[in-house]
């Protein structure tokens, strides 16, 4: 069992496979040129795996890929498939944009992926080319489908922009509500690579839109391995709202993070990180486990957004670790 320095159980790995995307969103890597990182820097499949397997050894029970956009990968059903055929319980997840989706779908799949989390934060093909920064809204929808059809178990990511995408909120989440999709809408974190003015809206702001169609919804108590609040509906639906300006789900954070370059990373907000790339790559198992461990000794109590600093700016590049 992984334990981190306050106490709390660490059972969940985020891993980035890249840091490379196809979209260019105003609040994550608007002005990032389209470039990548050279392949030697990255960790080959194999070594990422050879983490994974310690991180399972130790505790870890659920696992998600995630990028930039994973798909940009070759061959990542190859990698699903290294995981899966470890420890075939694992809970294996992706997160995407869904682009690459309606070719892959299937493929993951196979490969024993169960569930995925897409970005869609608009309907519209013209907001969806303005935050992406190119026309891919029709692309994506089939992404989507691919996914239904291939049986995996969908969650939709919104991130509400202030003045683009913030009035669509109820036509999103009625989009999966029909669709059994579970939904989550996500604040804005300020960022240093975002675009300059991009400003979210509130939660509050949130259940206030919802509010003018869905007159009477309740809160659901908090599940603590979730940064979602998840509200019912008077049918039954429920939608969350993640709120990275609070910390209350600090308290009972169950995750860490590990680039495609081999920073092991305690917290999102936070720069502070420990490389495992020379140790995986010369098979230096045991000194890959003590990074780990040293890692998790340090991981923060709670990120630093805060409600009350509206200039409280993370330089976290979420293109790097995923969000």
Same mark, same amino acid.
């Given at each position: 069992?992984?334990i981190?320095?306050?106490? /709390?159980?660490?059972d969940?790995? /985020?891993?980035?496979?890249?840091e490379?995307?196809?979209?260019?969103?105003?609040?994550?890597?608007?002005?990032k040129?389209?470039?990548?990182?050279?392949?030697?820097?990255l960790?080959?499949?194999?070594?990422?795996?050879?983490?994974?397997?310690? &991180?399972?050894?130790?505790?870890?029970?659920?696992v998600?890929?995630?990028?930039?956009?994973p798909?940009? /990968?070759?061959?990542?059903?190859?990698?699903?498939k290294?995981?899966y055929?470890?420890?075939? =319980?694992?809970?294996?997840?992706?997160?995407? $944009?869904?682009?690459?989706?309606?070719?892959?779908?299937?493929?993951?799949? =196979?490969a024993?992926?169960?569930?995925?989390?897409?970005?869609?934060?608009?309907?519209?093909?013209?907001v969806?080319?303005?935050?992406?920064?190119?026309?891919?809204?029709?692309?994506?929808?089939? *992404?989507?489908?691919?996914?239904?059809?291939?049986?995996?178990?969908?969650?939709?990511?919104?991130?509400?922009?202030?003045?683009?995408?913030?009035q669509?909120?109820?036509?999103?989440?009625?989009?999966?509500?029909?669709? *059994?999709?579970? @939904?989550r809408?996500?604040?804005?974190?300020?960022?240093?690579? &975002?675009?300059?003015?991009?400003?979210?809206?509130?939660?509050?702001e949130?259940?206030?839109?919802?509010?003018r169609?869905?007159?009477?919804?309740?809160m659901i108590p908090?599940?603590?391995?979730?940064?979602?609040?998840?509200?019912?509906?008077?049918? *039954?639906?429920?939608?969350?709202?993640?709120?990275?300006?609070?910390?209350?789900?600090?308290?009972?954070? $169950? /995750?860490i993070?590990?680039?495609?370059?081999?920073?092991? @990373?305690?917290?999102?907000?936070f720069?502070?990180a420990?490389? @495992?790339? =020379?140790?995986?790559?010369? $098979?230096?198992?045991?000194? &890959?486990?003590?990074?780990?461990?040293?890692?998790?000794?340090?991981?923060?109590e709670?990120?630093?957004?805060s409600?009350?600093?509206?200039?409280e700016?993370?330089?976290?590049?979420?293109?790097?670790?995923? *969000?």
């Open positions: 069992m992984l981190d320095g306050h106490g /709390r159980k660490v969940y790995l /985020r891993v980035s496979v890249t490379r995307c196809n979209f260019r969103c105003q609040y994550c890597m608007p002005e040129p389209f470039s990548w990182v050279p392949k030697e820097n960790l080959s499949y194999e070594d990422l795996f050879k983490f994974i397997k310690v &991180a399972i050894d130790e505790g870890i029970k659920k998600r890929i995630t990028g930039g956009e798909l940009l /990968r070759e061959n990542l059903d190859s990698f699903i290294m995981i055929d470890y420890k075939n =319980d694992i809970d294996l997840a992706l997160t995407t $944009n869904a682009f690459l989706l309606p070719a892959a779908a299937q493929k993951l799949k =196979d024993g992926l169960k569930r995925i989390n897409i970005s869609l934060d608009t309907l519209r093909p013209d969806a080319a303005k935050i992406a920064q190119k026309d891919v809204l029709k692309t994506v929808f089939k *992404g989507i489908q691919a996914a239904d059809d291939a049986g995996l178990k969908i969650k939709i990511n919104c991130v509400p922009i202030k003045g683009i995408n913030d669509e909120i109820v036509e999103v989440l009625d989009f999966c509500k029909e669709r *059994g999709y579970t @939904i809408f996500i604040e804005f974190m300020e960022n240093n690579h &975002a675009k300059d003015g991009a400003k979210g809206i509130t939660s509050d949130m259940k206030e839109i919802v509010s169609k869905y007159k009477n919804f309740e908090r599940d603590t391995s979730s940064p979602a609040q998840y509200y019912k509906l008077e049918d *039954g639906y429920q939608f969350g709202i993640i709120e990275p300006h609070k910390d209350d789900f600090c308290a009972a954070c $169950n /995750r993070r590990l680039t495609a370059e081999g920073n092991l @990373i305690p917290c999102l907000y720069e502070e420990m490389s @495992i790339k =020379d140790a995986v790559r010369n $098979n230096r198992i045991d000194e &890959a486990t003590a990074i780990l461990k040293k890692v998790l000794a340090d991981k923060p709670k990120n630093k957004w409600d009350k600093d509206d200039n700016t993370s330089t976290r590049a979420f293109y790097e670790t995923g *969000g």
